[in-house]
């Protein structure tokens, strides 16, 4: 799996339809129409996102890893 840092991951969710709902500090929050859910995603500069973490915000997104 590619590492993607804060920054990266913003805008792919962004691409695929997710929308800044608010920032909290360093942590920005998605949205999307017809969903019940929101992603949080820590942005920290171009630091890269933790595997676990990254697997996560993929997966409540729909984002596979041979879309990256």
């Given at each position: ?6 920054k ?22 998605f ?11 820590p ?26």
């Amino acid at each position: 799996m590619k590492t993607l840092s804060g920054k990266q991951m913003c805008r792919i969710l962004e691409e695929r339809g997710w929308s800044l709902a608010r920032i909290i500090g360093s942590h920005h929050i998605f949205i999307k129409s017809g969903h019940n859910l929101r992603i949080t995603v820590p942005v920290h500069g171009n630091r890269d996102l933790k595997h676990g973490l990254q697997k996560s915000i993929m997966r409540l997104a729909g984002i596979l890893d041979e879309e990256l």
